[in-house]
């Protein structure tokens, strides 16, 4: 289980989290839904150690774990907005290089990495680096790389940017397959189709704070209750209303 309690962050004078509160149960796949600019990535990065927060606490598995741990390091794997990898490394090489980073025995990493790439479909020869790579194939990398050391926890920040919908079908499979395991799975996407189907709860991140935290029917309901009811898809237009802050749909010169 993760425990978020009242998370703060401030850029300058900017406060992005004014008090981020979530828990993500074992076994659940949570969303982490927001607008642009609301501050999920922000969140990531902060439960990444890549950013420190300005106040609040984290709990996972019941305890308050430092972030930059080697025990919590090893419990989690990451996915950020903009995907790392070492540029003049093919796939292999760099998801080699990520296992060796995990202290993990050669013997188990080698038949994994094999597995992955066949998984993600991707390149299973040395000939291209990942800086040549396209845009989806460079998502599963990084996908892969936070799969290599079987995660409890997976943090993932719009894993599914580019990735085909074969892929993403299979993916999704996995992480529910993961879930059912006991994992806990925490993504931020744009992508609603998709996040609709993986997931089990929908938490909104709005003004600084967590809005709400419901399941598929918890927002059928509200979206019925506030009007959507009639709607082709009531939830989508009912989180599309919470979204948007603007009230300006058109604009004059199109
Ligand atoms: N390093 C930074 N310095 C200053 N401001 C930042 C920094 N990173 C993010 N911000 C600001 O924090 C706010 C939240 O950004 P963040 O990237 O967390 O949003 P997001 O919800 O992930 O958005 P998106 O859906 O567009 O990816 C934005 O106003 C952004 O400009």
Redesign the pocket.
Known sequence: MIILKNIKKK??K?E?LKGVSLEVATGCVQALL??????????IKILSCILKRNGGGIEIDSEQISLDSYEYRRKVGYVF?QPIYIEKFSAREYLEFVAEMYELPKQDYKPRIEELLAFMELPIDNKKWIEDYSKGMKAKVSLAAALIHQPKYLIL??PFDGVDFVSVQKICKLFRSMASKGACILI?S?QYDIIAEVCDRFAL?KEGEIKFNLTMSELENQAVLHGFGEDKNPVKAYLESLMSNSQKNEISFL
């Not at 607008?35 to 969140?43: E, F, P, V």
């Open positions: 850029y300058d900017q992005v927001g607008a642009n600019g609301a501050g999920k990535s922000t969140l907005d920040d719009e931020t744009h991140l």
